[in-house]
């Protein structure tokens, strides 16, 4: 199957989960598409034995950890990540996409794999609130969400954020962030908050 066909199966699809080779079994819904990046291919059985009405499954990766067939296999000497390229499937129409199995492991990997969903944001998915194992969330524009305890927010790129809600530390007005500012650093939520921004922040959940 060839990319476009794989974007064409996919855009009518409001939320799309995405398995990592760092994929720890916990709460998950099996109802929308699940693509299986490289090794978190050796999941997929185990999901297909779960499926739901409105699921199905597809594989990407360039095999250098997953030596068996994948649906769309990648070139091992491109110069971007797998997860790079299961980005770029996604539709502009995306409301959620879930990332199980991106963070851990080598810091420079998580890293990366943060900068490559703020990419996305600013490209094919802005619409979307982008989940990686319910620890960290990444939009763009309004975001509301409930947070009990220390928060964190940083931006890859200057930006403007405002925030408001139930939090400690306040920005009323849209005030500038550079990147990995510590003016985000420990915030700290009792309940429901509201932030808004043009441009892509992460919020480090307590």
Do not use: C
Not at 38 to 62: C, I, M, N, P, T
Not at 133 to 138: E, G, S, V
Not at 185 to 196: E, P, T
């Amino acid at each position: 199957m060839e990319k476009d066909q794989f974007v064409q199966k996919l855009k009518n699809y409001p939320v799309i989960t995405f398995i990592g080779p760092l994929y720890q079994k916990g709460p998950e819904n099996f109802d929308h598409p699940h693509i299986f990046v490289d090794r978190g291919a050796v999941f997929r059985e185990e999901f297909k034995q779960k499926a739901q009405e409105g699921y199905w499954d597809l594989s990407v990766g360039d095999g250098d950890s997953f030596p068996h067939e994948l649906d769309l296999k990648l070139n091992p000497h491109k110069d971007f990540s797998d997860l790079s390229f299961a980005l770029s499937l996604l539709p502009s129409g995306l409301k959620e996409l879930h990332l199980r199995g991106f963070l851990g492991g080598r810091r420079d990997h998580e890293l990366i794999n943060l900068g490559e969903v703020h990419h996305a944001l600013l490209n094919n998915i802005s619409k979307a609130v982008v989940s990686f194992d319910d620890k960290i969330l990444a939009k763009r524009e309004i975001l509301e969400v409930n947070i009990n305890g220390t928060f964190s927010l940083v931006v890859f790129q200057e930006t403007e954020i405002k925030m408001e809600g139930d939090l400690k530390y306040p920005l009323p007005n849209f005030t500038s962030l550079k990147p990995f500012s510590s003016h985000g650093l420990s915030n700290i939520g009792n309940g429901l908050v509201k932030i808004n921004s043009p441009g892509p922040y992460f919020i480090f959940l307590p």
